[in-house]
């Protein structure tokens, strides 16, 4: 029998605690005056929230000298909040080390791949090998600790904020980086064998004598890839170790409480996996822009990723934007009615809360035009009316906290050190991008409402209809064998190029490409062959005429057949999409970028072909979701992002579905839905065989 997970426990409190989803934001009170925290707690009762991020950058104004604590006004704030019933997820305020350790400690500033320190004046601007940072970090994280462990605002912890894994290269972090290759290689034989360190002559006699991968501006020439992927690797440690030990500062005096820290989803440089197994619980900040039509797709994307570090568990949006994000140069307005949706659709992805950063729009400071729930113009605005009613449908939506959705049919692998060897320099093409790749292949399925999981090559597979590999460039022997053992045992896959080609060390698998796969897929690649910028040739597939941009492999059949043929060019009327009967499974193999209509085509194909069903067909840009509450009921969400009235035909059965939505006396739903530009609706008991 399994042992129960201490996480369940934990969060069970924090569920017990809220009393359904939690709704809420950063709350960063030390901007402002202590008669705007009366004002925030009665403006948050308003709008329903029950749970605020505090402190995250707190820690200039804690110790605003080197052992001097000032904890007076974050003792009021928590009293506050511990009245109005608002829960606290305190955050260790380390991202932000104050000016004074910067100013006595400049060797915990770090120092970036072109030898130039970092300085103080933003945030991140810690070392994070440093000693001295870690030790300063250590000291207020145990004051916070000991001072609210008991404070009944308490809710959970956030450790630190958005951590980046910043690769240093300070004297300090080049002596640590050395002692974590020596953990790793054992021998400096070992890692002159991984890192082929005999090309040019690179050969290290002791481990005291490699250095960090300088920045390409200082050297001649291209690094080492093995470095450079080793130090990828060791930087997401190092800041991991970071994180590990404030977590267990906290843990140690609040063992019942969850802790958390806010990743950035598609964030290329923590393997989340390898984090996701160190919190209780999964959260998230997504800032994706309120006026990109792909906007709800690159949510999407972000959310399933947060659900599947965690094996499904439910997860938290901590950080979101109610209107304007400072991500690009110019920096739009949310449409009006446009928040709904792109809120709901993280809880129809398994997210037991919608936050935002931030509670009140700053006066001053770097992000002063960043939305926020209470804009500058107060409670007499648009957004605030918007923040108000979405705090009503998340109030209605409380059974849902703590369910999950049900394992998807389809899977698609995900692996951060792939994705570090893939863009790392020297290729074939270095215009590959992982998450392009990805996206390509996740697109059809998110506009055909099919759910997927994310998975690693590792994972157990056997659940699975289809597993779509967009892109695996590295894999190691335990990966493809189990990519292999899947097609063999009956499963689908469905692969795209450019991958099983290197081992866990960026070395090419010998005997031709794709090393790893070519008898999966019954195929033999000897050249590869990128192709010019915007250059283009046609594919055939079925009767339809498209075309391949980006790279065409040169595949020779052995064992498979030929599902697409390219129509012109060098390599016209050779294969460009393959497919091979291998064991009881079928593996499908692109060897190029087909434009969007072919590409779909082709994976609508693969899932028509493992027998995967959609969750509902819908208008296009309206999402169907399915997301069990806890105790087991089944949930329909249906999202409308466009700014068009549509439709929905509903085959319900006897039981007529409630639309949760609707009111607090909802009618039941028959025949048509109707949805509104930018509505929403969740049905609630509408089992699956139902639609
Ligand atoms: C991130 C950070 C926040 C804030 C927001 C908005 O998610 O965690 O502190 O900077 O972005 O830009």
């Not at 974590?180 to 360190?197: E, K, M, Q, S, V």
């Not at 993280?346 to 729930?373: K, L, N, P, T």
Request: glycine share 10%; aromatic share 10%.
């Amino acid at each position: 029998m399994s042992r129960p997970d201490p996480a369940d426990e934990r969060l069970a409190g924090l569920r017990q605690r809220l009393q359904g989803l939690a709704y809420g934001g950063d709350y960063n009170p030390e901007q402002w005056p202590a008669a705007t925290w009366r004002e925030d707690v009665r403006l948050m009762h308003e709008a329903g929230v029950n749970l605020v991020t505090v402190g995250v950058f707190s820690w200039g104004l804690l110790e605003p000298r080197p052992g001097v604590y000032e904890f007076g006004w974050l003792d009021e704030v928590m009293d506050l909040l511990a009245e109005a019933g608002v829960g606290v997820d305190l955050a260790t305020p380390t991202v932000a080390p104050p000016s004074w350790l910067a100013h006595e400690h400049p060797e915990t500033l770090p120092v970036n791949g072109e030898g130039r320190r970092i300085a103080f004046g933003s945030r991140c601007h810690y070392c994070q090998s440093s000693p001295v940072f870690r030790h300063y970090a250590a000291r207020i994280t145990e004051r916070l600790a000991e001072r609210y462990a008991g404070h009944p605002a308490l809710a959970m912890w956030h450790i630190g904020n958005e951590y980046i894994g910043f690769g240093c290269h300070c004297p300090v972090s080049v002596a640590h980086f050395r002692r974590w290759l020596a953990a790793r290689y054992g021998t400096i034989a070992a890692l002159n064998d991984a890192w082929g360190t005999a090309f040019w002559g690179q050969r290290y006699d002791s481990f005291d004598h490699v250095g960090t991968p300088a920045a390409r501006s200082r050297t001649v020439s291209g690094p080492n890839p093995g470095q450079l992927l080793d130090f990828a690797r060791f930087s997401d440690a190092a800041a991991l170790e970071c994180y590990s030990a404030e977590r267990d500062i906290v843990r140690r005096h609040t063992p019942h409480l969850p802790v958390t820290t806010n990743f950035m989803g598609s964030f290329k440089h923590l393997d989340y996996w390898r984090w996701a197994a160190e919190e209780d619980i999964v959260s998230l900040d997504i800032y994706a822009g309120p006026q990109d039509p792909e906007g709800p797709l690159l949510a999407g994307y972000n959310f399933d990723l947060m659900r599947s570090l965690r094996g499904g568990k439910p997860w938290l949006m901590l950080e979101s934007a109610t209107g304007r994000n400072l991500t690009d140069g110019r920096n739009h307005a949310r449409p009006a009615g446009q928040l709904r949706p792109r809120s709901l659709q993280a809880v129809a992805r398994g997210a037991d809360s919608v936050m935002f950063f931030q509670w009140r729009a700053s006066r001053a400071g770097a992000e002063r035009y960043h939305s926020a729930m209470v804009p500058h113009g107060g409670a007499r605005t648009r957004t605030w009316r918007e923040v108000t009613a979405l705090g009503r449908d998340v109030a209605r939506l409380a059974d849902l906290s703590g369910g999950v959705c049900d394992p998807a049919e389809v899977a698609v692998v995900w692996d951060w050190e792939s994705w570090w060897a893939l863009e790392s320099p020297d290729h074939p093409s270095n215009d590959l991008r992982f998450t392009d790749r990805l996206l390509d292949h996740y697109r059809p399925l998110w506009n055909a409402n099919i759910a997927i999981d994310f998975v690693r090559p590792d994972s157990d597979l056997s659940g699975y209809r289809l597993v779509v590999v967009p892109n695996l460039y590295l894999v190691d022997d335990t990966g493809a064998d189990n990519l292999t053992g899947y097609v063999r045992a009956g499963g689908h896959l469905l692969m795209s190029y450019f991958s099983g080609i290197v081992d866990e060390y960026d070395r090419v698998r010998p005997g031709g490409h794709p090393g790893a796969f070519r008898e999966l897929l019954g195929i033999e690649i000897d050249e590869f062959a990128p192709m010019r910028p915007g250059e283009t040739c046609g594919l055939r597939h079925a009767g339809h005429t498209g075309t391949a941009t980006e790279w065409q492999d040169v595949i020779d059949l052995a064992g498979a057949e030929a599902l697409a043929a390219y129509a012109d060019g060098e390599l016209k009327g050779l294969p460009a999409a393959t497919r091979h009967r291998f064991g009881t499974g079928t593996a499908t193999y692109l060897g190029t970028s087909p434009d969007r209509e072919t590409l779909r085509r082709l994976v609508l194909d693969c899932v028509t072909g493992a027998g995967v069903t959609p969750v509902l067909d819908t208008p296009e840009g309206v999402e169907a979701v399915r997301r069990r509450a806890a105790d087991g009921t089944e949930h329909l969400f249906l999202l409308n992002h466009t700014t068009d009235e549509v439709t929905i035909d509903l085959v319900t059965g006897p039981d007529r579905p409630v639309d949760l939505l609707a009111g607090d006396a909802p009618e039941p739903v028959t025949g048509r839905l109707r949805l509104p530009p930018f509505g929403a609706a969740v049905l609630r008991d509408v089992p699956a065989n139902h639609l």
